[in-house]
């Protein structure tokens, strides 16, 4: 969810995309964060939409609106069956795009180590999945990942009354991650779901021997093989971890041990995956519920059968892919086949009733094709169905009113159908008779289903009747259950006494990974004279390609290519203001233009001549936002301008100068020698001309003017098309336009400028591609560029190893550039021909290996100075006005005295509180704590008294995602101060744009932005179809290059990544590899899929971001997240399993009136959360997560606070700290959790997270009467003072207290007030 979800439906649908939510991918741009927050919305263009919302983090649900849908399976209608259309668009449909690439060789087991081992006993389970033996009764039933078994005597009424434990017979143990056991009809073969191999679920096979014949951990062994396997398991084992290949010896047993010898595929996909399998009554094939996620990783289910093979055949070939689709998915009025793989909801969980006739669940609440979260469980979700395969007929068996009805099983005979739903606070156990219709609540004492949520795992664990329909065997509240039943005078079957634990208990067996850790050496990079930046972008280059000038984080620098020397920053008018969009002047590789940012006055152009150093401002346009401003190549000093102009945004603001977005041409006279003097140009005869750019996604858009300045090449990310300025406008205003190239799912687009119209129809192009630089010597028009192997366009070579960006040719087209990271590549496109029959060979990577060696590159350095090192300039003329010249030797000190500190260095709440103390920090650190009889205050040192109030350490958000880092004009960030002024100091963002995000860390470094430190992932790692965020990680070399591309990008400030749904567990060990090289952390999306989730705590990812999907957890999964060294942010503010956190702040708190959070935040999102929906508190699961997370920190597992971005921004963090705080920690350990424990996590705990001596100055000053210990956790707000690095604000307004009193630099009008 994390990270917003934009989901792109039919391009004539208007989306709405929520400002309230946070962005990033999913989810945010979203598809980086999942955007669930409604309620303020801001149209936007849809292409803006797919971007912004896949940006937008980590779990907000970006709304789209479509009409209302068209049914035809009965789900508008419950009282009738209808005839399914005899138009099926999943017939006109291919599954041909994703993935791009098809994985490489990999064996979970055995290419990835599992050094650690953990074992223990339990008596209780989370989201047990079973079934019963047709015939004997037993019970199967999957727990971690692993199966085990219960003899049917382990419920006859002796057993149950003797309260005795009954002993889980583990008939399927190991790495891969197994599931959803299920009997054939006859008992004697076992379905299941496995990761087993690649990675991918597939459905398994084996022979079913009965519970003790089947059992891999005997008592007393009898089987000598088995006997052998056993006594070699912890050697074999430990050779695995060591790196040693295993042998086919070594492989046949474990093979063996794991109880998987025999086991054949039923199934083999390696991209989508498959669960929930049940035979057919015939037993030759089994129906399953195959997942298909579309620009979002949520899936939609559908119906696909398959054969079941020979166990005694040698022969196990399956085509990947293969199988027949059964039922597919419906889709809403005016939508076709070509949106058939956009749909996000589909039926699931599908069993047969006779030979063909399937029952199915289905989400029948989302019916414009987008799946929604925090929807009204008692209302319901879900309803039931039934579909003849032979007729088409569809019928609604159960409405989905009142509490849904999901989990559908049936009796043996046919009759009954049992499903669950809910009722009022409770679940219930229902049953259906299909001969009466008579419907039943047998029994409330289930778990909450999960239909809210997308469930893979299943919206409840399936169940079973016994042998003869006398009872139902199902899991319930951590246990398994006997649910005796007996039928009525006219056969309905109702419940017979009262439900029974069958007890058990189970030896879980695990082998886990190393847990993914680094440490960062954050105080040396903080404390450092200079700092660097790493992140470039608006790349620009001159006519020969000789030199290059960008933007450096605010900046604009120009670079002389190939030769070994450092960049030199275009002279400016205002050293101070941020610059942006620059280029040069044709034919005058001595002048740049670029523009300048004032949060006030907003963009002026400055015209500069890097050689004399004189810079001129350019006058004549009114108020506005302006950017990409270029001069023609024409001669004489009289020279056309061309610009644009965008309307209002979300950093600075959609109230002030928002009119007449689009294309503005000027002229202007270049100054000459004569001129030096004068300090402006006036633009005069600035007209608008209309167009079909898009202002709504500039960044990667680029302007040139051709042939002197009839003609304007406009180059969008997929599109590059020429403007005939020479023609003039045409009857209705319209000037023409002509496409010269495309592409298909580039992030950018170039062409070769020179070769614009020539007459050979085809002109070089080049594209950022699924993040790689490819060119293409010649394509035409409507030839839509593309990289996908299967269908890359002819011709089409790779340029970049690891992947690059901003990409741009040189004017006289000769060269081509790009930047990856501070390394400013380029290559002379003259040279390509040399790897032709590479390129023609290769037909995957497209001639890298030969292509490799062609372009050039050099590093780029731009250093500023430090934070700290201002800090003390600013400290020293601060005591020089204040004392006198004579206080500058102390003038860096900063005492807080006379304050209570919970300095979170121990753990140890005792040894952590001390009263009565001082606290001196010194340039950025912190000096000393003493306590106030011992404190000697030097002369020039500033004193602050804290009377008491209590002092911690500065806050980390540790799941942090905001907007502003992609708005193209670089204004001050209200959201960063917002964060600040709720004393969160340091924020990491599980979804960002790897170059923006880490931009706008070095713009607030280098002091043009106030707000915490920022680290983040850069962009995720995304599983699913979304054309700027999707990586297949097929092989560890795309491995390494997915986290290089973060890692350069951001230098010793890129540290994490983020693994957003990758469908493939290789994939995903693949970049546990790399990380371990590149000293990264993982820091996953837990989105919703249960099973996934457990392998991301066995594989060793550093985190799961996000709460499991089930909120309340039993012994075996808190045993093992606890203890596995993986730590967990819940996010209980965008919960999982109900009604979101943020919904109960919206509801209780006068959110709009909020008079600090009107100094920092946009007025219309305040106001859009004025009216909420009041929700009974039993639809806040997040009172069940915050439970289960207390009890998962009382074993030892770190929590930390995040807060995902929601609105409004500060107030949820401090909400999240009172969600975390209600499921039984003490406010000790919610700070701990916001402070020491959430450095420890992200290895920068020797720089931040507690108050000691050697560390920086971060910390949070409370007034006196605020009681953090035992007071109301919510006073967390009341923050008096905040500190970042020694820097000092007052927290109510974030008016600079020290070492520069009263700075307080406007933001940009956001507000009609």
């Not at 180590?113 to 209780?124: A, K, M, Q």
């Not at 963002?989 to 430190?1013: I, K």
């Not at 705990?1245 to 050697?1254: E, N, R, Y």
Request: hydrophobic residues 40%; contains cysteine.
């Amino acid at each position: 969810m994390a990270s917003k979800l934009v989901i792109q439906q039919p391009a004539r649908v208007e989306a709405q995309l929520s400002v309230g939510s946070t962005k990033s991918f999913d989810e945010k741009g979203q598809l980086a964060r999942e955007v669930h927050a409604v309620q303020w919305t801001c149209t936007l263009r849809l292409s803006r939409l797919v971007r912004a919302g896949l940006l937008l983090s980590s779990a907000i649900l970006i709304s789209t609106l479509l009409p209302h849908p068209w049914s035809p399976v009965g789900v508008l209608n419950i009282s009738q069956s209808h005839l399914a259309s005899s138009a099926n668009p999943a017939d006109d449909w291919k599954d041909d795009v994703w993935p791009l690439r098809e994985q490489t060789p990999w064996d979970i087991s055995t290419d990835f180590p599992f050094p650690r081992s953990l074992e223990y006993d339990v008596t209780e389970g989370t989201w047990l999945r079973l079934d019963v033996h047709p015939k004997t009764g037993d019970i199967v039933f999957d727990m971690l990942g692993d199966i085990y078994c219960l003899s049917a005597s382990a419920y006859t009424e002796s057993r149950l009354d003797s309260g005795l434990l009954s002993r889980a017979i583990p008939v399927l143990l190991g790495v891969p991650h197994d599931s959803d056991p299920h009997f054939s009809p006859e008992g004697d073969r076992l379905v299941f779901r496995s990761d087993a191999e690649l990675g991918v679920e597939n459905i398994w096979i084996r022979e079913w021997n009965g519970c003790e014949g089947s059992d891999i951990r005997p008592l007393r062994i009898v089987n000598e093989e088995l006997k052998d396997a056993l006594a070699l398991k912890d050697e074999e084992d430990d050779l695995l971890s060591s790196g040693i290949k295993e042998t086919a010896e070594r492989k046949h047993r474990r093979l063996l041990r794991e109880g998987r010898l025999d086991a054949k595929r039923v199934t083999n996909e390696t991209y989508r995956w498959v669960s929930d399998a049940r035979f057919h009554p015939s037993g030759s094939t089994i129906i399953a519920t195959k997942w298909y996620t579309s620009s979002r990783s949520l899936g939609a289910g559908e119906a696909w059968e398959y054969t079941v093979p020979i166990l005694s055949s040698t022969s196990n070939s399956i085509k990947a892919g293969s199988g027949k689709r059964l039922v597919g998915r419906t889709l809403p009025a005016g939508w076709g086949p070509d949106n058939y793989g956009d749909q996000q909801v589909g039926p699931e969980q599908f069993i047969w009733k006779g030979d063909d006739t399937l029952i199915y669940s289905k989400n029948v609440k989302d019916t414009n094709g987008g799946w929604t979260y925090s929807k009204d469980v008692h209302q319901g979700i879900n309803a039931i169905f039934s579909v003849n395969l032979t007729s088409q007929r569809t019928t609604t068996l159960v409405d989905s009113f009142p509490g849904g009805a999901t989990r559908p099983e049936l009796s043996r005979d046919g009759r009954t159908l049992a499903f669950v739903r809910r009722v009022r606070d409770k679940e219930a156990l229902v049953l259906k008779d299909l001969e009466t219709g008579t419907i039943r609540n047998i029994w409330h004492g289930l778990t909450h289903d999960l239909a809210v949520v997308s469930a893979p795992m299943g919206t409840y664990p399936s169940f079973a009747f016994t042998p003869e329909d006398d009872a139902i065997i199902i899991w319930a509240a951590g246990h398994i259950y006997h649910v005796p039943l007996s039928t009525n005078a006219v056969g309905e079957r109702v419940i017979r006494g009262e439900p029974r634990v069958i007890p058990f208990t189970a030896h879980i067996e695990k082998r886990l990974a190393e847990t993914r850790s680094a440490k960062i050496d954050l105080k040396a990079i903080e404390t450092a004279d200079t700092q660097r930046v790493y992140a470039f972008h608006e790349l620009r280059v001159d006519e020969a390609g000789e030199y290059a000038v960008f933007q450096a984080a605010g900046a604009t620098y120009v670079q002389k290519v190939g030769e070994d020397q450092a960049p030199e920053r275009v002279p400016t008018l205002h050293p101070d203001a941020p610059y942006y969009s620059p280029s040069f002047v044709p034919g005058s590789s001595d002048l740049v233009l670029h523009a300048r940012w004032s949060d006030v006055n907003f963009t002026t152009f400055e015209l500069a001549n890097v050689t004399s150093g004189i810079a001129y401002e350019l006058t004549g346009l009114p108020l506005g936002r302006y950017y990409s401003p270029i001069l023609c190549a024409c001669s004489g000093s009289g020279r056309q301008i061309a610009f644009l102009k965008t309307s209002g945004d979300y950093l600075t603001g959609e109230v002030v100068a928002t009119a007449g977005a689009g294309l503005y041409l000027g002229q202007l006279q270049l100054p000459s020698g004569s001129d030096a003097t004068k300090s402006s140009i006036a633009i005069k005869n600035v007209r608008f001309i209309p167009t079909e750019i898009d202002t709504d996604d500039l960044l990667h858009t680029q302007l040139r003017f051709l042939e002197k300045n009839k003609k304007l090449l406009v180059q969008e990310p997929r599109r590059a098309f020429v403007i005939d300025l020479a023609a003039g406008p045409g009857e209705f205003g319209d000037y023409p336009h002509e496409t010269v190239a495309s592409g298909r799912m580039s992030d950018e687009l170039v062409v070769s400028p020179l070769s614009v119209g020539s007459s050979q129809g085809t002109i070089p192009a080049a594209i950022i591609d699924f993040f790689h630089v490819y060119y293409v010597p010649a394509v035409k028009a409507d030839d839509a560029i593309w990289s996908r192997p299967a269908n890359a366009t002819k011709g089409l070579t790779r340029l970049s190893v690891d992947g690059g960006h901003s990409l741009t040719w040189s004017g006289d087209g000769s060269k081509l550039f790009w930047f990856l990271g501070p390394w400013l590549h380029h290559v002379d496109i003259s040279k390509l021909n040399v790897c032709a029959n590479a390129v023609k060979q290769d037909t995957t990577t497209f001639g890298i290996a030969c292509m490799k060696k062609l372009p050039e590159f050099q590093e780029v350095v731009v250093e500023y100075p430090g934070d700290v090192k201002r800090l003390k300039e600013e400290a020293a003329n601060f005591a020089a006005a204040k004392y006198g010249e004579e206080a500058g030797p102390h003038a860096e000190f900063f005492v807080i005295a006379n304050a209570t500190l919970i300095t979170f260095e121990t753990g140890n709440p005792k040894a952590d509180i001390l009263r009565d103390a001082v606290l001196v920090t010194r340039n950025g650190e912190i000096e000393a704590i003493v306590g106030v009889h011992d404190a000697v205050i030097p002369y020039g040192a500033t004193v602050l008294d804290a009377e008491g109030g209590f002092v911690v350490p500065g806050f980390i958000d540790v799941h942090a995602h905001w907007n502003g880092f992609d708005t193209i004009h670089p204004a001050r960030s209200w959201e960063l101060e917002t964060f600040l002024a709720y004393g969160v100091t340091t924020l990491h963002n599980p979804s960002a744009d790897t170059v923006l995000a880490f931009s706008e860390r070095f713009r607030t470094e280098r002091g043009q932005l106030v707000g915490p430190r920022i680290f983040q992932t850069g962009t995720i790692i995304y599983g699913a179809g979304a054309t700027s965020y999707h990586q297949d990680v097929v092989d560890l070399e795309e491995a390494k290059s997915a986290l290089l591309r973060i890692k350069v990008e951001g230098g010793p400030s890129a540290f994490s990544y983020k693994n957003y749904n990758l469908p493939s567990r290789a994939s995903r060990q693949r970049l546990l590899l790399a990380a371990r090289n590149l000293s990264m952390l993982c820091v996953p999306e837990g989105g919703m899929n249960y099973d996934w989730d457990q392998t991301y705590i066995v594989d060793g990812m550093t985190t799961i971001e996000h709460p499991l999907p089930i909120p309340v957890l039993y012994d075996d999964i808190l045993t093992l997240f606890a203890l596995s060294g993986t730590g967990s942010t819940p996010t209980h503010i965008v919960n999982y399993g109900g009604v979101m956190g943020e919904q109960y702040i919206w509801a209780t708190e006068d959110i709009p009136n909020n008079e600090k959070l009107r100094r920092f935040t946009r007025h219309d999102i305040l106001e859009g959360l004025s009216e909420s929906t009041s929700r009974p508190l039993n639809s806040y699961q997040v009172f069940n997560t915050s439970i289960s997370t207390a009890k998962l920190v009382h074993k030892g597992l770190k929590a930390h606070i995040g807060a995902h971005g929601e609105q409004p921004l500060g107030v949820n963090y401090h909400a999240e700290m009172f969600f975390t705080k209600a499921g039984g920690l003490t406010n000790y350990e919610v700070l701990r959790a916001a402070t020491s424990d959430a450095a420890l996590t992200l290895g920068i705990d020797d720089a931040v997270g507690s108050l000691t001596p050697g560390k920086l100055a971060d910390f949070v000053v409370y007034p006196p009467g605020v009681d953090l210990l035992e007071g109301d956790i919510s006073l967390t707000r009341d923050i008096r003072f905040v500190a970042r690095g020694g820097r000092i604000w007052d927290a109510s307004t974030l008016t600079e207290v020290w070492p520069v009193p009263g700075r307080r630099e406007p933001l940009p009008p956001l507000n009609a007030e």
